[in-house]
């Protein structure tokens, strides 16, 4: 059972570059989160997705954007990469609307723009 | 703006003493107050919540402890063992089914429980 799996793990990018990053989960959960984590700022989320064909705007959206065309699968796009988007960057997964289910996260995707 | 302050932001413990971990919210709407644990290279794995009607959680060596009209929990690591150096995070989430059950996270603290 893979849970939660984030590709690629580790990247470097240069400015101005895009690129893409995707989750895949196999419990076949329908909430799907994507969040960045930062020294001393924890994890805020960029998007989010309730079901497949849906997303929505979390704390920090600006220069990403993401797809829910398939339920297993969220991808977190970097259309035009700067400096300020280094980050490790999680995707989490959680089964439905209550409040009191666990999200279940990657191991995360480490992300380097020169 | 900072809904959810955790403090300290990171924490030395002797093995065997106490850790504590604090946090404070300010949106009356969470109903919902997780801790996530989470090591070097890993994503953050839940390690025990509590909801705002229940003052006390305790699951073996973790405790948390819930305040609801000061807007305060905590997390208590009785007998602190190495093995428990990770960070903590903790998290809160909102009653509104339509906020598509959203984690406001604390900014994590770093415990180091030194042997």
């Known amino acids: 059972n893979a849970g939660v799996t984030q590709t690629p793990k580790f990247r470097v990018l240069k400015t101005g570059q895009s690129m893409t990053l995707l989750c895949a989960q196999d419990m076949n959960h329908e909430y799907m989160y994507w969040y960045r984590q930062d020294p001393g700022m924890g994890l805020r989320l960029i998007h989010y997705s309730v079901g497949e064909g849906t997303t929505a705007k979390g704390e920090v959206p600006d220069g990403y954007n993401v797809s829910r065309l398939k339920k297993q699968n969220f991808l977190l796009g970097l259309e035009s990469a700067a400096p300020s988007q280094t980050s490790v960057y999680f995707c989490?997964?959680?089964?439905?609307?209550?409040?009191?289910?666990?999200?279940?996260f990657g191991d995360g995707t480490r992300l380097s723009i020169l | 703006q900072q809904q959810v302050k955790q403090s300290p932001q990171s924490l030395i413990v002797q093995k065997g003493g106490i850790s504590i971990i604090n946090c404070a919210y300010e949106?009356?709407?969470?109903?919902?107050f997780p801790w996530y644990q989470q090591f070097p290279g890993k994503g953050p794995a839940l390690l025990i919540a509590?909801?705002?009607?229940?003052s006390e959680k305790k699951e073996g060596r973790f405790t948390i402890s819930f305040n609801k009209s000061a807007k305060q929990f905590s997390l208590h690591i009785m007998d602190s063992q190495p093995g428990d150096s990770a960070t903590y995070f903790c998290?809160?989430?909102?009653?509104?089914?339509?906020?598509?059950?959203?984690?406001?996270f604390g900014q994590g603290t770093e415990l180091s429980v030194k042997p």
């Open positions: 998290a809160a989430s909102w009653r509104i089914y339509n906020q598509g059950g959203k984690l406001i």
């Open positions: 509590i909801r705002p009607d229940v």
């Open positions: 949106n009356t709407a969470f109903d919902y």
């Open positions: 989490a997964s959680r089964y439905g609307r209550n409040s009191n289910q666990p999200q279940h």
